[in-house]
């Protein structure tokens, strides 16, 4: 099937690398017209270059209603956005105690008020369109959580309950909202230094023992971005090979490791 998206203004927030940039080349295929829009102007340009007439890219700082509002206004000049995808985001590790104000502040500003700024600013295009569909990328840690992660895991929680208010206001527009959970994606956020090993090791006791693409991603916005997901609203969508399940128990039955702590 192709032309999935075909009649659709997307924005693709942090879509100059990563799964936004995997949603932005993907939803282009699909017949979107799709604005590519992120703080790394460089990096986001050539996406969209590369992607050609169907994309084109604006800087935007979610965090920032008044960049918000000169994003919105590209989409409004393409005919307005159909389809938002709020998957920008930072991870800034730290214990609990070593955690400034500051950098709370930072990560919550981009993840959690980034979210509730560009669904905001499409509203209004979107209710005029008739509706839309809104992706908002939480996380597995925004439905369970680990050490290190106290301001990203609140800012991924929020966005889980966000989705579902923006679905119960709008659903009488015809605008859908949903979160995606990815797991451990092979990015700058999820693997910085690249290393092959962290695409394994890390996963061995997961249903699906290894790190997951960005496009791996990118093809569940996609469904909940198109008119195939119509009757999907306010649901959460685990993409992750499985870590919410549960993880593989060493030592029980049905798995390959016979001891607690080792390999067979
Ligand atoms: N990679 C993982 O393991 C993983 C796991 C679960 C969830 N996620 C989520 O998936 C989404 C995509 O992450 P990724 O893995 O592609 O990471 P990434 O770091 O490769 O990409 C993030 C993008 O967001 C952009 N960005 C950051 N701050 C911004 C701002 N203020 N305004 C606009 N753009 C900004 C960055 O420039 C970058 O292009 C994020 O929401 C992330 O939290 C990632």
Same mark, same amino acid.
């Given at each position: 099937?192709?032309?999935?998206?075909?009649?659709?203004? !997307?924005?693709?927030?942090?879509?100059?690398?990563?799964?936004?940039?995997?949603?932005?080349?993907?939803?282009?295929?699909?017949?979107?017209?799709?604005?590519?829009?992120?703080?790394?102007?460089? /990096?986001?340009? !050539?996406?969209?270059?590369?992607?050609?007439? !169907?994309?084109?890219?604006?800087?935007?700082?979610?965090?920032?209603?008044?960049?918000?509002?000169?994003? !919105?206004?590209?989409?409004?000049?393409?005919?307005?956005?159909?389809?938002?995808?709020?998957?920008?985001?930072?991870?800034?590790?730290?214990?609990?105690?070593?955690?400034?104000?500051?950098? @709370?502040?930072?990560?919550?500003?981009?993840?959690?008020?980034?979210?509730?700024?560009?669904?905001?600013?499409?509203?209004?295009?979107?209710?005029?369109?008739?509706?839309?569909?809104?992706?908002?990328?939480?996380?597995?840690?925004?439905?369970?959580?680990?050490?290190?992660?106290?301001?990203?895991?609140?800012?991924?929680?929020?966005?889980?309950?966000?989705?579902?208010?923006?679905?119960?206001?709008?659903?009488?527009?015809?605008?859908?909202?949903?979160?995606?959970?990815?797991?451990?994606?092979?990015?700058?956020?999820?693997?910085?230094?690249?290393?092959?090993?962290?695409?394994?090791? /890390?996963?061995?006791?997961?249903?699906?023992?290894?790190?997951?693409?960005?496009?791996?991603?990118?093809?569940?916005?996609?469904?909940?971005?198109?008119?195939?997901?119509? @009757?999907?609203?306010?649901?959460?969508?685990?993409?992750?090979?499985?870590?919410?399940?549960?993880?593989?128990?060493?030592?029980? /039955?049905?798995?390959?490791?016979?001891?607690? @702590?080792?390999?067979?």
């Amino acid at each position: 099937m192709s032309g999935r998206l075909e009649g659709k203004v !997307a924005i693709i927030t942090g879509s100059a690398r990563g799964q936004g940039e995997a949603e932005a080349r993907i939803f282009a295929r699909e017949g979107a017209k799709v604005v590519v829009a992120d703080v790394l102007d460089e /990096p986001g340009q !050539a996406v969209a270059d590369d992607i050609g007439d !169907a994309a084109t890219f604006v800087h935007l700082d979610v965090s920032s209603e008044s960049s918000w509002a000169n994003a !919105a206004k590209v989409a409004a000049d393409l005919g307005g956005a159909t389809v938002l995808v709020n998957n920008a985001a930072i991870l800034i590790p730290s214990a609990i105690e070593d955690t400034t104000l500051d950098d @709370y502040m930072k990560v919550i500003s981009v993840n959690q008020i980034g979210t509730f700024l560009g669904m905001k600013a499409v509203f209004e295009q979107m209710k005029m369109s008739g509706g839309g569909s809104i992706v908002n990328i939480s996380s597995v840690d925004g439905l369970q959580s680990k050490n290190g992660l106290i301001s990203y895991s609140a800012s991924k929680f929020a966005i889980r309950g966000m989705t579902k208010t923006a679905a119960i206001e709008w659903g009488r527009f015809g605008i859908r909202a949903n979160s995606i959970h990815p797991g451990g994606v092979n990015t700058i956020m999820g693997n910085p230094m690249g290393d092959p090993a962290a695409e394994k090791e /890390p996963y061995q006791f997961h249903a699906i023992n290894r790190i997951g693409e960005p496009e791996e991603i990118a093809h569940a916005a996609l469904f909940l971005a198109s008119d195939e997901a119509s @009757y999907v609203t306010g649901a959460e969508i685990s993409v992750d090979g499985g870590w919410r399940a549960g993880l593989i128990t060493p030592g029980l /039955p049905g798995c390959e490791f016979t001891t607690a @702590y080792g390999y067979a």
